[in-house]
């Protein structure tokens, strides 16, 4: 279970997260909506601490994690953590099949003769085949995205953080990125927190959904109950419309 306390972060003066307060529970999927700029990205970064927060806690299975600095512990936390960036995030010096396998010497023990048959095998499950030993600059947006899911799942990991894992995709990739998903909660119990912006997808795949504004958490609730609130932001969010509280201006 993953507890978020009341998490604040600043970027100089802009104030991005201003008190969130979340509980992330084991072997589900939760979903993070909420406008362009709300801080989204910059909570799932504080989870996994490529950011450190300002304030607050971040505890994960009791121990908090808002402020470990040796790397070793640092260590122990990505190992169980799987987290696609939102801008895939691949090294263009790396063959494809390098960059799937790239966490392997870091944070697992796997011997190097099975990473051949885990570089295809990940990209199998992302519907990828004998693209190996291309380099990121020769793929499309939307296969760049599946090669940077392919490098997430390969470790193995129990938490899957994914920054908006269907944007770009068409609408048939990105089905099958959502029953992959829901199928890695199934067969391997994987607690999933996914950012997106496509409310069709988060209300397929949600077990609770999660709508920040803000900085703070607006509504947090299961998926049947988000769907029915009346809560005026986060009517105005699913609908999609330009009449409402949410006003789109982002300032510096
Ligand atoms: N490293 C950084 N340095 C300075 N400002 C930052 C940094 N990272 C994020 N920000 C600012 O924090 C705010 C929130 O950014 P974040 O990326 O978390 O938003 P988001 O909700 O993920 O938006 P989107 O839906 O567009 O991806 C933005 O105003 C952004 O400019
Ligand atoms: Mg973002």
């Known amino acids: 279970m993953i507890q978020i306390k009341n998490l604040q972060k600043n970027f100089g003066r802009k104030h991005v997260l201003t008190g969130v307060d979340l509980t992330i ?12 700029g709300t801080g989204k990205s ?14 607050g806690q971040i505890l994960v299975d009791g121990k908090d994690i808002t402020h470990i600095k040796s790397a070793l512990e640092l260590a122990q936390l990505r190992r169980n953590f799987g987290y696609l960036f939102q801008e895939g995030a691949l090294f263009d010096s790396l063959s494809v099949g390098e960059n799937v396998t790239f966490g392997l010497k870091y ?15 990940m990209l199998a499950l992302v519907g ?50 959502d029953e992959l998903i829901l199928d890695l909660k199934k067969k391997l119990g994987v607690t999933s927190v996914v950012i997106t912006h496509d409310m069709k997808s988060a209300f397929e795949i949600s077990d609770a959904m999660v709508m920040l504004h803000e900085g703070k958490v607006k509504l947090a609730a299961p ?12 009517k105005q969010f699913i609908e999609g419309s330009s009449q409402g509280p949410i006003k789109m201006t982002i300032t510096k």
């Open 107 to 121: 944070l697992t023990d796997t011997p190097k003769n099975k990473y051949a048959a885990i570089a295809k095998d």
């Open 42 to 55: 910059t909570l799932i970064k504080c989870i996994i601490r490529l950011i450190e927060p300002n304030d």
């Open 223 to 234: 998926r049947e109950e988000f769907k029915k609130s009346k809560n005026p932001y986060v």
């Open 25 to 36: 529970k084991d072997g589900e999927v939760t979903t993070i909506i909420g406008g362009s």
């Open 128 to 177: 990828l085949k004998d693209i190996e030993k291309l380099r990121p600059s020769e793929l499309s947006g939307g296969m760049k995205k599946r090669v940077a899911l392919a490098r997430v799942l390969a470790t193995g990991p129990k938490v899957i953080l994914y920054d908006e894992p269907t944007s770009g995709l068409d609408p048939i990739m990105s089905e099958i990125i």
